[in-house]
């Protein structure tokens, strides 16, 4: 695609969808630009051939990188098919001068233009959605629908989100100003200010495998909006969505008169381990990651020179007190445990359940009948294959099948994982969630559920009362972290103290959803995800305080 990338042209196609962005992040409301429905974008069967086109060859970069020393790429689908893509390898000390000798112009530039590059980057990935929905769902293992949407629009929306912020931030100092202080009888001083934002430096993205553009487009638009050039590094079974968003920066980048190398990908070798080689480079002066609680813990410790944003594990937590719509409770937790097969950083794990039971609109539910009830309404929920498979998807890796398999030795199954055949990808691996009962009267439950059990995994943990679980929510989310925390409660003072709680350990607190609104799903321009205030997460998406410390000011004085 060849367009006219003028500031003039970029400007008049932009600026309504930056002006309605910067208004709905002050007012919260619900607003997309990226429509969710896959109607809205054209032929899929074209998608889908230019997803097939990629496979098995080198990706078609229009521009070769610098520093390139190699080709490499390993990635093989969770749905048993190998992507067959190569990828360039990168010499680190041929690339990143070559990163940061692009800077300056960028950063002249100014705010505004690079905002409206970012949303011309936004603009060419969002018509190709078809395409990266396939590249999404073939490394992430994500059912087609919700890599539709999540790897599509929704991520788009969370680039989008990120640029908004960065742009508020930078023009919140004026460009320039006439300072003139009265000094009584005599002349007063006068001085004519200039500030401009400047870049920290090159910003590295460490990419996931379960939502490579969710999770990545925050960190890359937050730094390239803000001047920083971008350097991309793709989870090894996730590079393709990544690659493709990276082609489609430079291609823009380069039409806009900028060098396309201030966004570059990084594919490491088979246990090269490249995130560590680029992390504590000096000039990598931004960080943002997500995955492991152990690398995110290295990367804090060790890139000592660059600003890091991660987000790593938590153990997210319901509290079960009471409700007036029971059955829409159970409806609305089957389904958060079953979305892409728990395999979310949002998804629920620990649902605390006084022993006693909980109170209902048709009277009280004993602890045994609730736990029942929600394995009923899961198996219901998970009894069609067809509906099955388009709501679990695929185990994304070995690790999470291992985990799976290894939860009934961990307590008393009250429903048990049972495989899933894919019509269309025999290899696939797919399973339903497994709960398992937990009781913290017994002295060796709690180190089963205070770590985090990534996967179609959950607890069902009796607790002595709805005070009892509370204290319990508060150690959990203060020693382990939670991005989300739910509560079901018709008593004000429950609600009260989860509220507290929550307020005051920093989660994220959803209450009595029983509708088509689920905890482990949140809304770009409207909910936080994550806090950045309890160790699950050291930054939110997105706030101010994630785009601010990528960029700094510096001030020129010249005397009037």
């Not at 705010?111 to 073939?138: D, K, Q, Y």
């Not at 009830?373 to 067809?386: C, F, Q, T, Y």
């Not at 290899?427 to 969630?433: E, L, M, S």
């Amino acid at each position: 695609m060849s367009a006219d990338l003028s500031p003039l042209s970029l400007a008049e196609r932009h600026r309504d969808t930056l002006d309605k962005a910067l208004d709905t992040i002050r007012t919260r409301a619900y607003w997309s630009p990226y429509p969710e429905h896959p109607k809205a974008y054209g032929d899929a069967d074209e998608g889908r051939a230019a997803f097939e086109a990629l496979l098995d060859g080198r990706f078609p970069f229009a521009s070769e990188q610098p520093g390139t020393d190699g080709w490499t790429g390993t990635e093989q689908s969770p749905y048993g098919i190998e992507l067959g893509v190569e990828y360039p390898h990168p010499d680190p000390d041929v690339l990143l001068p070559a990163m940061r000798a692009a800077m300056p112009a960028w950063r002249d530039a100014g705010p505004e233009a690079r905002a409206m590059v970012c949303l011309e980057i936004l603009a060419r990935i969002n018509a190709r959605t078809h395409e990266f929905a396939h590249a999404v769902m073939h490394t992430s293992g994500q059912a087609f629908t919700m890599a539709f949407q999540a790897g599509g629009p929704h991520a788009q929306d969370r680039g989008l989100e990120a640029v908004a912020y960065a742009y508020a931030e930078q023009v919140r100092t004026p460009g320039t100003a006439e300072w003139v202080k009265p000094q009584g009888k005599r002349d007063p001083l006068s001085l004519r200010k200039s500030f401009t934002t400047v870049p920290r430096g090159i910003g590295l993205v460490i990419g996931c495998n379960t939502f490579p553009t969710w999770n990545g487009y925050p960190g890359l638009f937050a730094s390239l909006a803000t001047g920083n050039a971008v350097l991309v590094k793709p989870h090894p079974r996730a590079v393709l969505p990544l690659a493709m968003t990276v082609g489609a920066a430079r291609d823009v980048l380069a039409e806009a008169g900028f060098s396309p190398d201030l966004v570059c990908l990084a594919v490491d070798r088979p246990g090269e381990g490249l995130a560590r080689t680029l992390a504590v480079r000096p000039e990598v002066r931004i960080v943002d990651y997500t995955g492991s609680t152990a690398f995110g813990d290295w990367l804090e410790a060790n890139a000592r020179q660059a600003q890091v944003f991660t987000e790593k594990a938590g153990v997210n937590t319901v509290v079960l007190d009471s409700t007036d719509d029971y059955r829409g409770m159970l409806a609305n937790l089957a389904f958060s445990l079953s979305l892409y097969s728990g395999q979310m950083c949002t998804t629920p794990q620990n649902l605390l359940i006084p022993r006693n039971g909980i109170g209902t609109e048709s009277g009280p539910r004993t602890y045994d009948e609730v736990v029942a009830d929600l394995a009923a309404a899961v198996d219901k929920l998970l009894g069609d294959d067809a509906r099955a498979n388009a709501l679990l998807g695929a185990l994304v890796n070995p690790d999470v099948k291992a985990r799976l398999d290894a939860a009934p030795g961990m307590g008393e199954v009250a429903l048990a994982s049972r495989a899933v055949d894919h019509p269309d990808f025999p290899d696939a691996v797919v399973r339903t969630p497994a709960l398992i009962r937990l009781d913290t009267a017994k002295p060796d439950a709690e180190a089963a559920f205070m770590a985090e059990c990534f996967g179609p995994v959950a607890f069902a943990v009796a607790v002595d009362s709805t005070d009892a679980a509370v204290e319990l929510l508060r150690r959990t989310i203060r020693d382990q972290g939670a991005m989300t925390v739910g509560g079901y409660t018709t008593a004000p003072e429950v609600e009260r103290q989860l509220v507290e709680v929550c307020q005051e350990e920093c989660a994220q607190l959803s209450l009595n959803l029983t509708g088509g609104v689920y905890v482990n799903q949140t809304a770009a321009f409207s909910d936080f995800h994550g806090s950045g205030g309890n160790p699950a997460a050291n930054a939110a998406l997105c706030d101010s305080a994630f785009v601010a410390s990528r960029f700094r000011t510096v001030e020129v004085r010249r005397q009037a």
